[in-house]
């Protein structure tokens, strides 16, 4: 990770300290099952996930370090058991078909937001260009303030799964993880990488930032799977 003002391998610079004090207090709740009602809801009949609360605005969470990641110098890489590894541009990942759609986000710490309008590139487009081998089973994110998450495959395999860069027909902020954030509606929005640079396929599962802090491995909000 890089501190305020230094330039990383990319050339690209952060600003902000790590928040040690919201990291530790996030583990504290891994261990002592905060906001955990031990209930299931169901997708079809319940819009909002168990122990959720209903926001408004968009707030930011990160580990306290915003990279500024200019056009220019944007690089998204997909390496690991691949057919054929990419490295795309900006301009490249621009010209791939565009998607939009309209979901819910779910952050473990409690909120929710409906009815996000997005538009970026399919996970399925990118997943046809790649060609994961057949040996791959997970996906793990790297971004450039130094985060990592996992999911399996089959999770980033879904139809609304994607590569955002639009958010109500705006570019993604930088707070939020712009110019390139990725979007999986359907689990914890920690699972939803800002500012991704690197997007791994293994064969073996590699537990992410949180997941190694306790924090639950698949991270469905309809079964609170919150910690691990
Ligand atoms: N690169 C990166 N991505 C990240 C994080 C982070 O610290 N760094 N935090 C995660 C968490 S815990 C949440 S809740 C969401 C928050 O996204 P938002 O700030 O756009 O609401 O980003 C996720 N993706
Ligand atoms: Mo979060």
Redesign the pocket.
């Given at each position: 990770m890089t501190m305020d003002g230094e330039e990383d391998s990319d050339g690209i610079t952060s600003s902000g300290r790590i928040r040690d004090k919201l990291i530790e207090a996030k583990q504290d709740w891994a261990r002592e099952g905060r906001l955990l009602t031990g209930t299931v809801a169901d997708p079809a009949r319940d819009r909002l996930p168990p122990g959720q609360t209903l926001v408004r605005d968009w707030p930011v969470?990160d580990l306290g370090i915003q990279p500024n990641v200019p056009r220019e110098k944007f690089r998204l890489d997909f390496d690991g058991a691949l057919e054929n590894r990419i490295s795309l541009s900006l301009d490249d990942f621009m010209a791939l078909p565009q998607a939009e759609s309209v979901s819910d986000i779910h952050?473990?710490?409690q909120w929710s937001r409906y009815d996000n309008r997005w538009k970026g590139v399919a996970a399925r487009t990118l997943l046809d260009l790649v060609r994961p081998m057949p040996e791959a089973r997970h996906v793990v994110f790297h971004s450039h303030d130094g985060y990592t998450t996992n999911v399996r495959l089959d999770q980033f395999d879904q139809p609304d799964v994607l590569l955002v860069h639009e958010w109500e027909g705006k570019p993604i902020t930088r707070q939020h993880g712009g110019p390139v954030r990725v979007l999986m509606p359907r689990l914890?929005?920690?699972k939803s990488a800002k500012w991704v640079r690197r997007i791994q396929f293994t064969i073996s599962d590699r537990p992410g930032f949180w997941e190694l802090r306790g924090y639950h491995n698949n991270g469905d909000p309809w079964s609170e799977e919150r910690y691990s």
């Open positions: 969470l952050c473990v710490t914890y929005l920690w």
